[in-house]
């Protein structure tokens, strides 16, 4: 006897019916259970493929699900945020030794806003454990939402990225912005523990803009490399050293909105520890509302305890751009011994081109003798600081009973003020450096035997005086034939790009 026609058809509703489940989980099947994470990464996203999946509220926690993972499993390394995805946080994102954290560009870590955390120096990502080594952070974006939060700028909320007591740590080719506290923290509080065991941190190709107090702070850290990024100040300084030794900082790009203070700060106050061979170079900083480059140290320290800062090679140019602060110039230092200042370009900035002033509101060093030496630089066209009338000196010393400016084959020109202020030189020259254009901001200096221009070397009418002007002991050999074998002054000496000799 054959089946009946709704026996069959029901049959058949049933196979079709199976087909498609059979079908959905086979081919769609991280709709349901997340996709195995396959070493060395583990992917987050916000659509359901990844290994651990956001919903747009409490993102932190599938983070952490996903870094905790990485960090309990050795063959694993990498937590990947995909993007175009923004991944909303309410609290803290902890990464643990020997992880990378990652994302596309256009994933967004942000902050909820009204967060009211409330607590002091809880940053956005932190370190899981204190003595955290190898941790690398890059690729993608923080947002601090700092316009929507209740608390205060510059008052240590909400830090980005706060790393403590971390070693081999590595921020690059991040874009971070609108922060109410630091941007980039690595610090070793009261530890003096860098002086003999390298922290070793690279951060470098990020941008970072208007953070809500210093976009980079290294504190009592040593061997670190800071270069090639972008930062507009919002508060505080662009990049801060306190206490550190073995720092480079170069090619960098700094500028402000007529906000915060330093482009560049070092300071030192602990009585102990030494801060030490750091070098700022290759740098522009410009529209500063502060200083340019601040060096500062105060308190009862030994005077060798802060020293060998080399700044070279750098341009800087209209600082002190505020209308009512009395902090402001090019270079300014206080209170640390042995600083070299050389082949700068230190352009239209307010109340000084170089100076070593007193700040009595921070504390004044108590030894004496400091020494700081500025050789081969061109500061020119100084102009008045608002609040302070008769301003506008190409070099002043504050505290000529106890520091010294050793002055050797500068140029200083067109002071408003003048050129000099408690020092002297036998050697330097007082004429206009001829710059290509000054108004490009184009400080090559113009000559009739070649200037290198847009990668190329063009031929001007006149020849600067400054070239192969430099101190006769200063290295040359960079300089492109022919070079007089004499360095030039300003801040392309020694370099590829410098001005060549016309044949005497």
Known sequence: MGMSGDYKIKTHIKDLILSIIIIYFILIPSKIIPNTPEAPIVYVDTDGSGNYNCDGKNDHIEINQALSFVNSNPDFTTVYLNGSNTYWINGTIYIGSNTILEGDPDAVIKLINHANWGIKYKGLIEAKNNRAKNITIR???????????????????????????????????????????????????????????????????????????????????????????????????????????????????????????????????????????????????????????????????????????????????????????????????????????????????????????????????????????????????????????????????????????????????????????????????????????VSKRDYHLKSAAGRFSDGQWVLDRKTSLLIDAGNSLSKYSNEPDPNGNRTNIGRYGNTAEASKSVSK
């Open 139 to 437: 690729g993608f974006e923080i947002d601090g939402n700092c316009r929507n939060q209740s608390e205060g700028i510059g008052n240590s909320y909400y830090n980005m990225i706060n790393l403590k007591e971390s070693y081999n740590v590595t921020v690059n080719d991040m874009y971070l912005h609108d922060g109410l506290g630091d941007g980039i923290k690595v610090f070793h509080d009261y530890s003096r523990e860098y002086e003999t065991v390298p922290t070793n941190i690279n951060i470098y190709n990020n941008k970072i803009f208007e953070i809500g107090h210093d976009a980079v702070w290294l504190k009592h850290s040593s061997n670190a490399s800071i270069y090639n990024n972008d930062i507009t100040i919002k508060a505080d300084a662009a990049i801060r050293l306190t206490e550190t030794m073995h720092i480079k900082i170069f090619n960098n790009t700094i500028t402000s909105n007529n906000k915060g203070y330093a482009g560049i700060e070092l300071n030192k106050k602990m009585t102990g520890p030494v801060m030490d061979d750091i070098e700022i170079y290759d740098n522009t900083i410009y529209h500063i509302r502060a200083w340019g480059i601040w060096v500062v140290g105060y308190g009862g320290y030994e005077r060798d305890k802060a020293r060998g800062v080399w700044i070279h090679h750098n341009t800087i140019y209209d600082t002190g751009t505020s209308s009512s602060l009395h902090e402001a110039g090019g270079i300014v230092v206080q209170g640390f011994n042995n600083t070299i200042i050389e082949n700068n370009v230190i352009d239209g900035n307010r109340k000084y081109g170089i100076a070593y002033e007193l700040y009595p509101r921070y504390g004044i060093p108590t030894d004496k003798g400091f020494v700081t030496i500025v050789r081969n630089n061109i500061i020119s066209n100084t102009i008045p600081n608002l609040p302070d009338s008769g301003s506008g000196w190409g070099i002043k010393d504050y505290d000529p009973s106890n520091h010294t400016f050793i002055l050797e084959n500068n140029c200083i020109y067109n002071s408003a003020a003048a050129n000099y202020e408690n020092a002297s030189s036998t050697t330097d020259l007082n004429v206009n450096p001829l710059f290509a254009d």
